[in-house]
């Protein structure tokens, strides 16, 4: 089995800063894609950033120059920091792993379980 865990969520004022964690641990053989994912009250889930396991990102729009994506592979781990909050970012953030559980297992995307973000003065 694979897991991942969120961390690092909170509420924060307007204009602060959080950090995001995600540590993938279980039957790990190898990891493409993580990236991260939130959904607001009401609204679809949407892309907020992904790194491949080249280290190459994608951001949606309204991350582009705020949020920044990383990952540690050693660590099986994706971060997400994020800058310059604003209240329209206040989500459930969730983070996704493309993973091989073996050598000639194909890629499947597991999920956490959510880490709750609220941007509110």
């Known amino acids: 089995q694979v897991q991942l865990v969120e961390s690092g969520g909170g509420l924060v004022q307007p204009g602060g800063s959080l950090r995001l964690s995600c540590a993938a641990s279980g039957r790990i053989f190898s990891i493409n894609a993580m990236g991260w994912y939130r959904q607001a009250p009401g609204k679809q889930r949407e892309l907020v950033a992904v790194v491949i396991s080249g280290g190459n990102t994608n951001y949606a729009d309204s991350a582009k120059g705020r949020f920044a994506v990383s990952r540690d592979n050693a660590k099986n781990t994706v971060y997400l920091q994020m800058n310059s909050l604003k209240p329209e970012d206040t989500a459930l953030y969730y983070c996704?792993?493309?993973?091989?559980?073996?050598?000639?297992?194909?890629?499947?995307?597991?999920w956490g379980q959510g880490t709750q973000v609220t941007v509110s003065s």
């Open positions: 996704n792993a493309d993973i091989r559980t073996g050598s000639l297992s194909p890629v499947f995307r597991f």
